[in-house]
Nanobody, 121 residues
Framework: QVQLVESGGGLVQAGGSLRLSCAAS????????VAWFRQAPGKEREFVAI?????YYADSVKGRFIISRDNAKNTVYLQMNSLKPEDTAVYYC?????????????????WGQGTQVTVSS
């Protein structure tokens, strides 16, 4: 069993930065892929980034966001730079032995409760 807890969300002006953290419990965490998704009001939850052994990003955040992991701390980070109002959403981390299309939510076994990110214009 893996439990995920996100933190680091908040209110920031456009062009600013935030770093989200996803702290995990569970011995198998280091063997799982970990991803970030986000859900804006009235929209579907969408893939943002994933880090199994290397990082992949949605086109909308490529070049601005950086995902990283520290297995010794059981933590995955999402550094978000050059934030835009359209990045406003609840951000979730997810983990699992992902195979196939990693952008699909049903590939992940474990989810955190989410952290709100609001970017003002």
């Amino acid at each position: 069993q893996v439990q995920l807890v996100e933190s680091g969300g908040g209110l920031v002006q456009a062009g600013g930065s935030l770093r989200l953290s996803c702290a995990a419990s569970g011995r198998t965490f280091s063997s799982y892929a970990v991803a970030w998704f986000r859900q804006a009001p009235g929209k579907e939850r969408e893939f943002v980034a994933i880090i199994p052994w290397t990082a992949y990003y949605a086109d909308s955040v490529k070049g601005r966001f950086i995902i990283s992991r520290d297995n010794a701390k059981n933590t995955v980070y999402l550094q978000m730079n050059s934030l835009k109002p359209e990045d406003t959403a609840v951000y979730y981390c997810a983990a699992g032995p992902v195979s196939g299309d990693y952008t699909q939510r049903d590939r992940y076994n474990y989810w955190g409760q989410g952290t709100q990110v609001t970017v003002s214009s």
